[in-house]
């Protein structure tokens, strides 16, 4: 938590500073330009980094609740992780960079749609950032790197891997689910870590976000530590009734979808969750596990006892 006194060291720094100045720009040892602050009280939502900035630094954009366009010259060369990222607030309207535009001389990065990249020895791509705001995001097949943070602040319901088909569901009720499984992007030189993305599966209540987070992961367990996948699918079998409860309140069908698709109505548990689905007024549900159960568990051998 930032300090009384250290905003009011701030405002001095920058009152020493020339009239109307945005960007503070420093040399380092090598003699490289690098853009080191921007100045967090100018309210101003567009700016182009000075041609001849080589570097980006970290901390660059901390405090940056304006700024909602960059443009990036062809002379820079690096860009610290996490650093872009840093733009943006706590309140509605101060997301952080909405746009960004790289110079068609740059070697080093350029965009695509709603992502930066940077160029790798090898041809591969590192996702720098994402600006976007689509509902469903794809890390494509030819990113071998993903930077901290490169999602910070991104709202998205699915997440997808061009270079395996996967594509796994994300909480879409609770704000600090979704920062907490942000982080996963680029954790330990992973594209994406799940460590917290499954042991979410296994804490708090059942709902319809949850579940389809479950199904997800049951039918795509990629990394997927085979004990973690055990327990998560004994929970689905376990509270099976108050999922299909959770389902029916949220009026989710395609959740229940995606129950029958996991493997996790059995022959064993098929007519119990059709009790409960008899005793809602789901009836689209009702039909379809029951349509289910003659397709998938019918005894189809002749019976040819009196």
Known sequence: MITFQEIDEEIAFWEQQP???????????????TLALLNPFDEREAYSIEEGTEIISEGTFCGQTY????????????????????????????????????????????????????????????????????????????????????????SFKRLSFAANGFSY???????????????????GGKKYDFSEYDALLLRDHLNADRIQMICDRLNMPWNMDPQIRMKVRERMENELEDALKALVKE?????????????????????????????????EMLHYLMTYKNSHFADTEPDFEI
């Not at 965009?111 to 509902?135: A, I, M, Q, W």
Request: some cysteine; aromatic content about 12%.
């Open 19 to 33: 009239e109307g100045t945005y960007g503070y720009y420093e040399t380092d040892n090598e003699g490289r330009k």
């Open 169 to 187: 569901a994300f909480p879409q009720k609770h704000t600090y689910f979704m920062e907490v499984l942000q982080k996963g992007f680029g954790e």
């Open 251 to 283: 009026d989710a069908f395609p959740q229940l979808w995606a129950m029958s698709e996991a493997g996790i109505f059995t022959e064993e548990n098929i007519d119990a969750a059709i009790d409960v689905l008899n005793h809602s007024e789901q009836r």
């Open 67 to 154: 700024l909602k366009k960059l443009h990036i010259p062809a002379s820079v060369r690096c860009i610290a992780d996490g650093a872009l990222s840093n733009a943006g607030g706590w309140f509605e309207g101060q997301r952080g960079l909405e746009a960004v535009s790289v110079s068609e001389e740059n070697p080093f990065f350029f965009t695509r749609h709603d992502y930066l990249y940077k160029r790798l020895e090898n041809g591969n791509r590192k996702l720098v950032l994402y600006f976007g705001d689509s509902p469903e995001i794809t890390i494509s097949e030819t990113v071998e790197l993903i930077a901290k943070d490169a999602f910070k602040g991104a």
